[in-house]
T-cell receptor
Framework: ETGVTQTPRHLVMGMTNKKSLKCEQH?????MYWYKQSAKKPLELMFV???????ENNSVPSRFSPECPNSSHLFLHLHTLQPEDSALYLC????????????????FGEGSRLTVL | LAKTTQPISMDSYEGQEVNITCSHN???????ITWYQQFPSQGPRFIIQ???TKVTNEVASLFIPADRKSSTLSLPRVSLSDTAVYYC?????????????FGAGTRLAVHP
């Protein structure tokens, strides 16, 4: 248990569907992240929110739309996805400024496995 | 962000010590070195972090030479459950959030 919870754990959707992934952290962190991990590829950083403001958007297609309503919750809204978007989507959180130890440690959820048909 | 290079894969046997070396020749003064572990279908998990010399915790040791251009993660007496991908990340974490990039990592396979 990392303190970061993702739902759903598994999602199958058609290319015309609209769905959302949800992430919740119970750690009091003020930065939250979405990563994508495709088969046999490194983790790709998609979006970063710091203090509820989006601070990183790494050339992610507009069919992925993040939302961070507060520092504990992060959503990834999905619409008109492609089969190549099938992947494990990981949410993470971190403490903003340095703590005394473990600078910037990322706490990951268990991921949402997305399959686009 | 400093680029890191680590072996793609390694094999070991139960009970052995495993050392995974990461090269980061352009590491900057403010950069820390952090290692994560990832099991299949799970998110990465923090293992250890250091700036210089040696750091040890309950699961691993991290050796960093004086020039800081490389680092070695040492896993003592590995077991089958240590089979995972290990990532070396280098960067300045003093900002408001973590901008570190995960590379391909080292896939460690521990055999009986």
């Amino acid at each position: 248990e990392t303190g970061v919870t993702q739902t759903p754990r598994h999602l199958v959707m058609g290319m015309t569907n609209k769905k959302s992934l949800k992430c919740e952290q119970h750690l009091g962190h003020n930065a939250m992240y979405w990563y994508k991990q495709s088969a046999k590829k490194p983790l790709e950083l998609m979006f970063v929110y710091s203090l509820e403001e989006r601070v990183e958007n790494n050339s992610v297609p507009s069919r992925f739309s993040p939302e961070c309503p507060n520092s504990s919750h992060l959503f990834l809204h999905l619409h008109t996805l492609q089969p190549e978007d099938s992947a494990l989507y990981l949410c993470a959180s971190s403490q903003g400024r340095m703590a005394q130890t473990r600078t910037g440690e990322l706490f990951f959820g268990e991921g949402s496995r997305l399959t686009v048909l | 962000l400093a680029k890191t290079t680590q072996p793609i894969s390694m094999d070991s046997y139960e009970g052995q010590e495993v050392n995974i070396t990461c090269s980061h020749n352009n590491i900057a003064t403010n950069d820390y070195i952090t290692w994560y572990q990832q099991f299949p279908s799970q998110g990465p998990r923090f293992i250890i972090q250091g700036y210089k010399t040696k750091v040890t915790n309950e699961v691993a040791s991290l050796f960093i030479p004086a020039d800081r251009k490389s680092s070695t993660l040492s896993l003592p007496r590995v077991s089958l459950s240590d089979t995972a991908v290990y990532y070396c990340l280098v960067g300045d974490l003093s900002g408001g959030y973590n901008k570190l990039i995960f590379g391909a990592g080292t896939r460690l396979a521990v055999h009986p």
